[in-house]
């Protein structure tokens, strides 16, 4: 069996390079017709899915809507604004001479209690401050002494 180099053979004719191009091609159109056909039906699986959605968020909303307590949330605003404006009714130079005699007092309070309540304070300050003083005293030589056992050993 001998090749004629002038006769193709059987193999070359049927895979040339143009047979092989339009066979990539036409795997190519089949594989964008099935993306797009699968594309399209998610689509329409999705258009009916937001109604569902849409009804179920509704629904919840309305029910949230009803067990809001919506006397209680008006009575409590009104409750405020009562608040507000009888904060607003008191004049207020009432207020400035109240809070000029309230200081007064207060300051003749202090000169009189002044003195033996600053003295009280002062002595259980110094008691507290000697008592810790002794305390810190006491740690520093029990440390002291077990190191020097320490370092004795």
Do not use: G, H
């Given at each position: ?19 092989a ?54 009575r409590?605003?009104e ?9 607003e ?52 030589n ?12």
């Open positions: 069996m001998e090749i004629n180099p002038q006769q193709p053979s059987w193999w070359k004719l049927r895979f040339s390079f143009k047979n191009t339009i066979l990539v091609c036409f795997f190519n159109l089949i594989t964008a017709l099935f993306l797009l056909q699968a594309f399209l039906s998610a689509i329409k699986l999705s258009r009916d899915q937001p109604d569902a959605e849409m009804r179920y968020i509704m629904e919840a909303e309305e029910m949230r809507r009803a067990m809001e307590p919506l006397e209680l949330i008006k409590i605003r409750i405020q604004q009562e608040a507000y404006t009888k904060i009714m008191v004049p207020q130079k009432v207020s400035k001479q109240t809070a000029a005699l309230d200081l007064s007092k207060r300051f003749k309070d202090i000169r009189a209690l002044n003195d033996a309540n600053s003295q009280k304070a002062l002595e259980e300050w110094r008691k507290r401050k000697m008592e810790r003083a002794r305390q810190r005293q006491l740690e520093k029990e440390k002291n002494e077990t190191f020097t056992s320490q370092t004795i050993s």
